[in-house]
């Protein structure tokens, strides 16, 4: 059964890449990234990062094309493509595999990880395996020394990696992540919200999403107005609607028991937009922004504090 | 005008020049390698570091960058600065030992060995060639890549450029001569410029004693028909 699933799983993997070489290039797609951030020569960086997320690399097309829509020399863009690391001008594999090769991790035998690493995949660093599977990468320091040495696999990190315990990551990445090594991340824990005018619960323990009873509050965006489900994880994003929100889209929260406007203190750093805040344990104010898409969060801790 | 004094004696220059400028007007030599007339200064090389500022506040800075200042006291070949001075042609040696112009700056402080690793580099990084593409030629064909350890000079993608238009400006400028003719290489090509070279052995038949003090012989590597 688990063989089958990963045989799936690879066939799928090894198709991607090949929706994404050089031909794929459109002139459109650059000349919208560009045009996102007014050709301007700050945004340099930014319209690379851009390209880069739309293909996961820099292809040679795009860059020649980016150069023309800017006016800006190919030398120069080619020499700043070139010069940061999380820039990549090949394209990646399905995964990738960063092991830290800082002092810390250094001197914690962090070399030796990367040669099981290298053997186990059968690559060398900076390089993709043929089947476009993985992408191993060294970096000089992570900022985690105490957990040395490290290793992040898409964007997991796995502290104290032994040799031993090499061949099941890759095993494990391999097979995707499962869902609940989310769940046992430390971030996602689930919280009781309540509406901090009239205090009454909001959980609707009837409707569960990702395994934890949801919170419901009532919406209204412009004419429309309904019902909305959260996820009761803090950390998590999902949610299900009455009404398709699009991306973007502002709403503003109610209670669904005293029908009062769950509005938070403050607007939202990320965007601007207004946050609802909900009332978490005993007091707390969580504030998430309202608009929909946006991460835009605030965990405001004074209110116990004042309790206590 | 600015006042100023160097190695003693007091000089008045136009505000905005640097060190090295009023230092060449005085008549005090200063080694430079990347420095450039017509290219913009660069600080790269750091061979014509001076000495100023006096007691403990006394430090190197690099004079084709520094511009002058009211009062500045400049000290071009005190102990301190020629000791750096030798370090830096020992580096630089480590380098590009083969360079004529490393050598020539070598003889002239007496640096006869050198105590570092010996590498075969063909480029010091001194970014004329990319200056002189970028200034005086209006190309911006090659610049810099990488960085670190693996910083080097070229064009983008290692492909032949749209925008050079052959001028060998890069190769003339070069105190190492890194951008060397690769004409056995026209996908890498720079120069090209060999290809206009009349070479004896090209036409070799109508030679009977035909002798290439050449070795390797740039035409001999052109691939033949």
Known sequence: MKSTGKKKKRTVISDEPDNCTEEDVKEADILAIVRKHDGARGGLIAMLEGIQQKYGYLPENALRILSNATGRSLVDIYGVATFYRSFTLHPRGKHLVTACLGTACHVRAAPRIVEELEQQLGIKASETTPDRNFTLETVNCLGACALGPVVVIDGHYFSKVKTAGIKKLIEEARNGFPDEKMLEREFAFPVEASCPQCHHSLMDAGNIIEGYPSIRVDISAGEKSGWLRLVSLYGSRGFESEHELPVGESVAFFCPHCKARIAGTTLCTECEATMAGIRIGEGALLQICERRGCDGCRLELDAVKSQV | MITLKINGLDVSVEKGTTILEAAEFIGFPIPTLCHMDGLTPYGACRLCVVEIGEGKKAKLVSSCTYP?????????????????????????????????????????????????????????????????????????????????????????????????????????????????????????????????????CVEKDNFDDMMCYMNPCVACEIPKE
Do not use: H, W
């Open chain 2, 68 to 200: 002058v200042e009211e009062g500045l006291k400049v000290r071009t070949s005190s102990k301190r600065v020629v000791r750096a001075r030798r370090m830096v042609i020992e580096l630089l040696l480590a380098s590009c030992p083969q360079s004529k112009t490393i050598q020539d700056i070598a003889s002239t402080y007496g640096v006869r060995t050198q105590r570092f690793k010996q590498e075969y580099d063909d480029c010091i990084l001194c970014g004329r060639c990319v200056r002189m593409c970028e200034e005086q030629m209006m190309a911006k064909a090659i610049g810099f890549q990488n960085r670190g350890e693996k910083r080097s000079i070229g064009t983008p993608f290692d492909t032949k450029s749209d925008v050079c238009r052959l001028c060998g400006g890069c190769m003339y400028v070069c105190p190492v001569c890194e951008l060397r003719c690769t004409y056995n290489q026209p996908e890498k090509a720079i120069c090209g410029g060999c290809a206009n070279l009349f070479a004896p």
